[in-house]
C-alpha cells in the first residue's frame, strides 16, 4: 500500500478539522485517500484529475464495498481535490511503496449507520502511518500481544459449517495456537503467508517434527487463512521440508492378535475382535450403533467414517453370536434407562431436532455404550455417550504386556493386520481398499510391504499356465 507523503498528510488533516469533521472520522479518510492514491499509482490514473474518481468508485463496488463506504470514499477524494484547488498541496515524485497488503476478511468488517467502521482496518492504516514518528516500543504494542479471540471463533464457526469432526476442530486450533505463539499474537489482520514460512521452517529445523506433523500444519494453517483470515495462501517457496522416512505399519500374526484378545475383558474383547474382524479404526468402531448390525445379512455398515464415508463390511461370522449376545446385554440396559431418569443417547447433526425421541429408541442406541450416564448442565438432561477411547487404549495395551509381544500394539495395528493378512490371502488390493475405506490405492500400497513377497523368478507365457 502507497504511503501519504507527510506534507500532503498534515495540509490533508488540517483541511478535515477546518471543515469541522470529528477527529475520530480522520482515519478513515486517510484510509480512503491511501487506497485511492494506491490506485491511481497502480493504474496510471492522473491523481489530480477528478476523473479518475468514478474509476475508483467502480473499483470498490468490484470489490463488494457497500453504498456507505463509496460514499465516504467518495467525501474523502473531493476533501483531496479540494486541497489541490487551494494550492496547499505541490505534486511530488513518486512515494515510497512498502509492502502492506489489504485486509479482506469477513471477520473483521462491522458496518453501522451511514460511515464505515471497519475499526481495526483504519487504526492499521492510521497506525502504520504514524509508525515513523511513534516510539518503537509503542508501535510493537500496536502489532504484537493482540487478542486472538475472534479468530478462534471464526474457526470454530467454519469447522462446524462444513460438519468437520471434533477431532479437526482441536487439530487446526492447537496448530493455530503455536502459529500465534510463534508470531507473539500478531494482530492477525497483519498475517501473511512469509509468517508462515518461517513457522514451518521452525518445525523443522528446531522442532524436528515429522514430516506428517509438518504437512498437518501447512493444511491447518492453509484452510486458516483462505477461511478465517480471508487471504490467499499463495505459493510458500523455500521452506525447510521435514525429512520423510518410510513407514512400514506394525502387523500381528494371527497367534498374536489371538493371545492379545485372550487377555482382555468383557467388553474390550468384543472391540477388538471387530477392529481386525472388519478392519475398523477406533472411533469407527466406537461410534457404532444398533442399527448398524444386520446379522440376517452378515452386513456391517459403518456410517461417517473418515472423510465422512460410508461403507459395508462382511460381519465374521465366528463371533456373532458374541455380538447377539452384547446385543441383547445392550437391550437389557436400554430398558432400565427408559424406566429410569433417562433423556436419550447423544445424537449427532440434527438428526434429534428432526425426530426428537429419537434418541430413546433402542436403534439408535451406542453399540457399545458408556456404563455411566453424562449430566448435561445446559439442558438438565442425563444422556448416555459410547464407550470411550481411553478405556479401550488403556486395557489394550495392558492385554500387549499381559500376551508378552515383542512388537508395539495399538487399536490401528489390528487394522494394519486385518489389510495384511487379506493381502496374504491373496485378496485383490482393489477388494481390500474398498474394505479399508480409502480414496487412493496407494494408501493401500503400503500394505504390499507387511507380507512376504511370492514372485517367481523363471518367466513363463499364460498359456503354458
Request: charge should be positive; aromatic fraction near 12%.
Amino acid at each position: 500500500m502507497i504511503q501519504i507523503e507527510q506534507p500532503l498528510k498534515n495540509n490533508y488533516i488540517a483541511l478535515l478539522r477546518k471543515n469541522g469533521l470529528p477527529e475520530k472520522e480522520h482515519s478513515y479518510h486517510l484510509k480512503w485517500l491511501r487506497y485511492y492514491l494506491d490506485f491511481c499509482h497502480k493504474y496510471n490514473f492522473d491523481r489530480s484529475d477528478s476523473n479518475s474518481l468514478p474509476r475508483f468508485i467502480e473499483k470498490l463496488s468490484s470489490r463488494q464495498q457497500n453504498e456507505n463506504q463509496q460514499q465516504q470514499a467518495t467525501n474523502a477524494v473531493r476533501f483531496f481535490y479540494s486541497l489541490i484547488k487551494e494550492g496547499c498541496f505541490v505534486e511530488n515524485s513518486e512515494p515510497e511503496i512498502p509492502e502492506i497488503k489489504e485486509h479482506t476478511s469477513p471477520y473483521f468488517q462491522v458496518e453501522n449507520d451511514n460511515r464505515v467502521t471497519d475499526d481495526n482496518a483504519g487504526n492499521e492504516i492510521f497506525n502504520a502511518e504514524q509508525a515513523m514518528v511513534q516510539p518503537e516500543e509503542k508501535v510493537k504494542e500496536q502489532i504484537f500481544n493482540r487478542s486472538w479471540q475472534e479468530v478462534y471463533q471464526g474457526l470454530e464457526n467454519e469447522i462446524k459449517v462444513r460438519h468437520y469432526s471434533p477431532k479437526t476442530l482441536k487439530s487446526y486450533k492447537n496448530w493455530v495456537r503455536k502459529l500465534q505463539t510463534f508470531t507473539r499474537s500478531k494482530d492477525p489482520e497483519l498475517l501473511d503467508p512469509s509468517d508462515v514460512k518461517k513457522f514451518l521452517s521452525y518445525l523443522a529445523v528446531e522442532q524436528n517434527v515429522s514430516a506428517s506433523s509438518q504437512n498437518l500444519a501447512f493444511n491447518s494453517l492453509l484452510f486458516f487463512f483462505r477461511h478465517i483470515l480471508g487471504k490467499e495462501f499463495g505459493k510458500i517457496d523455500g521452506v525447510v521440508r521435514a525429512k520423510k522416512r518410510p513407514y512400514i505399519p506394525v502387523v500381528l500374526s494371527r497367534n498374536e492378535v489371538d493371545s492379545v484378545i485372550a487377555n482382555l475383558k468383557y467388553p474390550y474383547d468384543i472391540v477388538v475382535k471387530l477392529l481386525y474382524g472388519c478392519g475398523l479404526r477406533l472411533f469407527e468402531c466406537l461410534n457404532l450403533r444398533v442399527n448398524n448390525f444386520d446379522f440376517d445379512g452378515g452386513i456391517l455398515t459403518v456410517h461417517d467414517g473418515k472423510g465422512k464415508k460410508d461403507r459395508t463390511l462382511p460381519l465374521p461370522q465366528v463371533i456373532i453370536p458374541e455380538l447377539k449376545a452384547h446385543m441383547e446385554r445392550v437391550a437389557n440396559l436400554h430398558k432400565r434407562d427408559i424406566d429410569g431418569d433417562y433423556d436419550g443417547a447423544f445424537m449427532f447433526d440434527s438428526l434429534e431436532k428432526k425426530f426428537k425421541n429419537a434418541g430413546k429408541e433402542f436403534i439408535w442406541q451406542w453399540f457399545f455404550p458408556a456404563k455411566l450416564l453424562t449430566y448435561v448442565k445446559e439442558t438438565n438432561e442425563y444422556r448416555r455417550y459410547h464407550l470411550h477411547e481411553t478405556h479401550v487404549q488403556r486395557n489394550l495395551k495392558k492385554a500387549a504386556a499381559d500376551a508378552k509381544l515383542t512388537k508395539r500394539a495399538t487399536s490401528h495395528t489390528f487394522r494394519h493386520s486385518y489389510a495384511s493378512h487379506l493381502l496374504a490371502a491373496n485378496y485383490d488390493i482393489r477388494t481390500i481398499q474398498e474394505l479399508l475405506g480409502h480414496s487412493d490405492i496407494r494408501t493401500t500400497m503400503i500394505y504390499t510391504q507387511t507380507v512376504v513377497s511370492k514372485t517367481i523368478k523363471e518367466p513363463r507365457s499364460p498359456l503354458d499356465f
